[in-house]
């Protein structure tokens, strides 16, 4: 029995791919896991492993040195908060004296106040914060440049584009690699489905759009009031309504990407991200699921064997006494 085959309804107009036929989401929700493993025409590919993050340490550690093995400028593109996978990056750096004096490193986001204020580095909570303190802040000071090769948000660069711009400018058209994980509405950094500041009116005009000033949408500030900076505890009122981002166009121009897809909540094995996972990896390449132009260039996304679990909801064999 399918989801919506005794009780069919149409899912709430303010969701992303609210539109596609039930389906079609019935297609993606029921992936199965021999099924996920894929390389696309563009030379996007999807991998199930245990731990994504595990992978992404060594990649950013690989690469890190292989800029000072050949000297070779690397210019990447970074998610946060992430300060277990920075640390470690930081730790093997130092262990084995590799110097980052070809680097240079993005943020890709930053919360804002309503009136579109970065928040400043002195912010524990802060995206900018996280990216210095536990990637850069522990790097030996003999192996690593100077502080402003690991950029950041703030008043100065939110202006449209300026923040793309200088990825352009360090990364000769664009970074080398965009690291990142998708969000609950299927956003990369703070590119939310249908965001007022980022209209377009096709695929091709959207993945030109730069960095800028955005308004958060509902989905984004739950899924951030679940996270530590904010104590895990849904206290949507300790999200900031907006955030400075990078731009499609930072994601369409770099000549790789790396996506992790591994975000569980506690030891239920819950997890928001197995359904978005899914329309952003199986579903349309859309502008309604933002991280889905991940697939139209180079690039790998690591999916955790959690998230690749089968998912469904009473239809499979449940009884009412288990709900």
């Known amino acids: ?48 492993v245990l731990n994504p993050t595990l992978c992404m340490v060594q990649d950013i550690f690989y690469r890190i040195l292989m800029s000072d093995l050949e000297d070779k400028h690397f210019t ?58 536990h990637f850069y802040a522990r790097i030996r000071e003999d192996l690593r440049p100077d502080v402003e090769h690991w950029h950041v948000f703030t008043n100065e660069n939110k202006a449209e584009g300026v923040y793309s711009s200088m990825i352009e400018e360090c990364g000769d058209g664009g970074a080398d690699v965009v690291y990142s994980a998708t969000g609950w509405p299927g956003h990369t950094a703070f590119i939310d489905p249908r965001s007022k500041e980022f209209q377009a009116d096709s695929l091709e ?51 790789e990407r790396f996506e992790l897809h591994n975000l569980m909540l506690g030891e239920a094995g819950m997890s928001w991200q197995r359904m978005v996972s899914r329309l952003e990896l199986y579903g349309p390449i859309s502008m309604e699921i933002p991280a889905s132009i991940m697939r139209l260039g180079k690039g790998t996304c690591y999916v955790s064997e959690a998230i690749a679990k089968p998912f469904a909801s009473w239809h499979c064999g449940i009884e009412d006494k288990d709900i």
């Open 1 to 48: 029995m399918g989801l919506y085959d005794e009780f069919r309804f149409k899912p709430a107009d303010w969701l992303p791919h609210s539109e596609l036929p039930l389906e079609e989401l019935e297609r993606v929700r029921n992936i199965k896991r021999e099924d996920m493993e894929y390389t696309n025409e563009n030379g996007f590919s999807v991998r199930v």
């Open 76 to 133: 990447a593109i970074f998610p946060n908060q992430w300060p277990d996978a920075y640390s470690a990056v930081a730790e093997m750096i130092n262990k084995f004296n590799v110097s980052c004096r070809n680097v240079d490193l993005f943020a890709m986001d930053e919360w804002a106040d309503e009136d579109g204020n970065v928040a400043p580095l002195t912010y524990g909570a802060g995206l900018g914060y996280s990216f210095r303190n």
């Open 205 to 255: 005009e959207f993945v030109k759009l730069g960095s800028r000033i955005v308004t958060e949408t509902p989905l984004t500030i739950a899924e951030n009031s679940l996270f530590s900076p904010m104590g895990n505890s849904g206290d949507v009122w300790a999200v900031p309504p907006k955030a400075a981002t990078i731009g499609p166009r930072d994601i369409y121009n770099a000549r």
